[in-house]
């Protein structure tokens, strides 16, 4: 089984710049992809980014520009910056992984994370 760890998030005014870390344990070695989806309120869940083992990334057209994935293989955890915040990325990210390469953006996740929140200000 693995389990996720996320930390990081809080309440940040628009234009600030948070940093979301999610570590996996147990049995790690079965995980292929890692990343967050989000889910804002009264929203669907969207992916916000996701990487591969191989270093494929996939990111939303929203985040773009503005967030930045990155992963540490040796310990089996991702690292999400989210910069130039906006009130509508307002949600609960939550970590995701898949024993599989999976990048795309309806793909099912295998392992989730207890979810963090992230709050913008305007």
């Known amino acids: 089984q693995v389990q996720l760890v996320e930390s990081g998030g809080g309440l940040v005014q628009a234009g600030g710049s948070l940093r979301l870390s999610c570590a996996a344990s147990?049995?790690?070695?079965?995980?292929?992809?890692m990343g967050w989806v989000r889910q804002a309120p009264g929203k669907q869940r969207e992916l916000v980014a996701v990487?591969?083992?191989?270093?494929?990334?996939n990111y939303a057209d929203s985040v773009k520009g503005r967030f930045a994935l990155s992963r540490d293989n040796a310990k089996n955890a991702v690292y999400l910056q989210l910069n130039s915040l906006k009130p509508e990325d307002t949600a609960v990210y939550y970590c995701?992984?898949?024993?599989?390469?999976?990048?795309?953006?309806?793909?099912?996740?295998?392992?989730w994370g207890q979810g963090t929140q992230v709050t913008v200000s305007s």
């Open positions: 995701v992984a898949a024993r599989l390469p999976k990048t795309a953006p309806r793909a099912t996740y295998d392992y």
């Open positions: 147990g049995s790690s070695v079965l995980i292929n992809t």
């Open positions: 990487i591969t083992y191989g270093g494929t990334t």
